[in-house]
């Protein structure tokens, strides 16, 4: 895991995985590890912060994930499938 969720925005893939009409803005993060290892994220985005997080994404700074809105779900490698069910049941979305 990256230490303490500090990330540089050139390192993370995002994208928003909630309808764009939905009030609630769940973005699935992914990172890849200078070890070539692969850890992901789910973070649930106040609305207040999203262009802040969008800026912070964009920008070459370090930053925390939770100063944006509520860690979901992380871990290395891919999700389970038990975690996307869960993400998707509450907030509906569709996985690919």
Do not use: W
């Not at 009409?21 to 106040?46: I, M, N, P, Q, W």
């Not at 509520?70 to 690919?96: A, C, H, T």
Request: glycine share 8%; aromatic share 12%.
């Amino acid at each position: 895991m990256h230490p303490q969720n500090h990330t540089t925005s050139t390192s993370f893939a995002a994208r928003q995985l909630s309808n764009i009409a939905s009030k609630e803005r769940v973005y699935g993060l992914r990172y890849t590890l200078l070890d070539g290892s692969k850890c992901y994220y789910f973070l649930l985005v106040d609305p207040l912060k999203e262009k802040a997080f969008n800026r912070a994404l964009n920008g070459g700074d370090a930053f925390r994930l939770e100063d944006y809105g509520r860690l979901m779900g992380q871990g290395k490698g891919e999700p389970s499938q038990e975690l996307k069910d869960r993400i998707s049941s509450v907030y509906n979305i569709v996985f690919n």
